[in-house]
């Protein structure tokens, strides 16, 4: 079984540009989850799919992010523009049922310039 | 508010020595609890997880943790460390959204 698939794994942006990060998750687990883990802080939750509906968003930091998950499969996030604070490592995860096990990608190390 | 302290930022052992990480965890109804590792370069891997049941999980790698609902601690243990265990480890809290809610992480080092 695959697991779950992020790409990019790095990427550096200048501030003020645009980023997209995609995640891939195990296919059939319709709970899809985006993760942040700012430098030297704790990993927070972003927002939360149930196939292509956000069941939670409220952890997104501010309009600039953008998720989408088209047909419920694979799941982008947009930063637009970057910011210097937007730095960090950005996690997706996905599980087949809520609170069940999550498993997680390998993140996308984004660095704002 | 829910939350999860990782009191340890950083923790040196031995290899071969015995290590505990320790966790304590705020939440008002009965807690599903879970460790991460994230050993450099890789994404966050499922150590074990508690939903219910014996409070003693038994996890990969040789870990397992004990819940203690009077204490508010799910703790994780190792009797032997292995060079190869060196990694941030996290603990986690499943919030009642179905998201998680992460401590800081431990850093473990292990010294030869």
């Known amino acids: 079984e695959a697991g779950v698939t992020q790409f990019p794994s790095h990427s550096v942006i200048e501030k003020g540009q645009t980023v997209t990060l995609r995640c891939d998750p195990i296919s059939g687990h319709d709970n899809l989850y985006w993760y942040r883990r700012v430098m030297g802080k704790e990993i927070k939750f972003l927002l939360h799919f149930v196939k292509e509906s956000k069941q939670d968003e409220s952890g997104m930091p501010n309009n600039r992010f953008l998720a989408e998950r088209t047909g419920g499969t694979y799941s982008t996030l947009k930063v637009q523009p970057a910011e210097l604070e937007d730095s960090g490592v950005y996690f997706c995860?996905?599980?087949?049922?809520?609170?069940?096990?999550?498993?997680f990608g390998s993140g996308t190390r984004l660095t704002v310039v | 508010a829910q939350s999860v302290t990782q009191p340890d930022i950083h923790i040196t052992v031995s290899e071969g020595a015995s290590l505990e990480l320790r966790c304590n965890y705020s939440?008002?109804?009965?807690?599903?609890l879970f460790w991460y590792v994230q050993s450099p370069g890789q994404g966050l891997q499922l150590l074990l997880k508690?939903?219910?049941?014996?409070?003693l999980v038994q996890g990969i790698k040789g870990f397992e943790a004990e819940f203690k609902r009077s204490q508010s601690s799910f703790n994780l243990r190792k009797p032997s460390v292995h060079w190869g265990d060196a990694a941030e480890y996290f603990c986690a809290v499943g919030g009642s959204q179905g998201n998680l809610i992460f401590g800081k992480g431990t850093k473990l080092s292990v010294k030869p």
């Open positions: 508690y939903f219910s049941g014996d409070t």
């Open positions: 939440y008002g109804a009965t807690p599903y």
């Open positions: 995860a996905s599980s087949e049922f809520e609170r069940a096990g999550y498993t």
